[in-house]
């Protein structure tokens, strides 16, 4: 059974720099793309981007220039970070897969979701 | 990107009705879409994927249809753990973009 373990801090600064990492639990590593998806409070869902086990990413243009993702594949884990936040970027963060390597973007597989607030 | 819009933005219904929600794309994604069931405090979760397959698992009273710019879920019959948000979000192409929306609750 997979199981999407993430973790990070939960409040940041503007201007800090957000990071996230999640680890992957009962699956394959390899041969899947891994995503990140985050929720305003209240509001709807934003996908933000994804890797792949060989480190081909693909961001959301409207992120593109503050997003970086990376993977550490001996670990089987997966990070995101996102730079020079602001109050608009709190919200609540999910690490994310597809249902297969075909599938990829039919998220199947969710992370608990972590709450990242950006308060002065 | 494809702008996926949802109606109604909220729905109220009974224990037993029928519902239907409906997406539309601004342009077409053949059949590539996503339905997702959220309830508060947890993530979504994938209820039927290429417009119309049930995801393992998720109740046959959950179906969905359509293909190019307008599609559908329909819950035949409402059970109480169905009252949450529900979003429509397509895989056709990046970035990948979901509905805003529409959240079922108790009439």
């Known amino acids: 059974q997979v199981q999407l373990q993430q973790w990070g801090a939960g409040l940041l600064k503007p201007s800090e720099t957000l990071s996230l990492t999640c680890a992957v639990y009962?699956?394959?590593?390899?041969?899947?793309?891994w995503s990140w998806i985050r929720q305003p409070p209240g509001k709807g869902l934003e996908w933000i981007g994804e890797i792949s086990h060989v480190e081909s990413t693909i961001y959301n243009p409207s992120l593109k220039s503050r997003v970086t993702l990376s993977v550490d594949a001996s670990k089987d884990q997966f990070s995101l970070k996102l730079s020079s936040v602001t109050a608009a970027d709190t919200a609540v963060y999910y690490c994310a897969r597809g249902t297969s390597s075909w599938y990829r973007a039919y998220f199947q597989h969710w992370g608990q979701g972590t709450l990242v607030t950006v308060s002065s | 990107d494809i702008q996926m819009t949802q109606s109604p933005s909220s729905v109220s219904a009974s224990v037993g009705d029928r519902v239907t929600i409906t997406c539309r794309a601004s342009?077409?994604?053949?059949?590539?879409l996503a339905w997702y069931q959220q309830k508060p405090g947890k993530a979504p979760k994938l209820l039927i994927y290429?417009?119309?397959t049930l995801q393992s698992g998720v109740p046959s009273r959950f179906s969905g249809s359509g293909s190019g710019t307008d599609f559908t879920l329909t819950i035949s019959s409402l059970q109480p753990e169905d009252f949450a948000t529900y979003y429509c979000?397509?895989?056709?192409?990046?970035?990948?973009?979901f509905g805003q929306g529409t959240k079922l609750d108790l009439k």
């Open positions: 290429a417009a119309s």
């Open positions: 342009q077409g994604i053949s059949s590539w």
């Open positions: 009962g699956g394959s590593f390899s041969g899947y793309y």
């Open positions: 979000q397509q895989a056709n192409s990046f970035p990948r973009t």
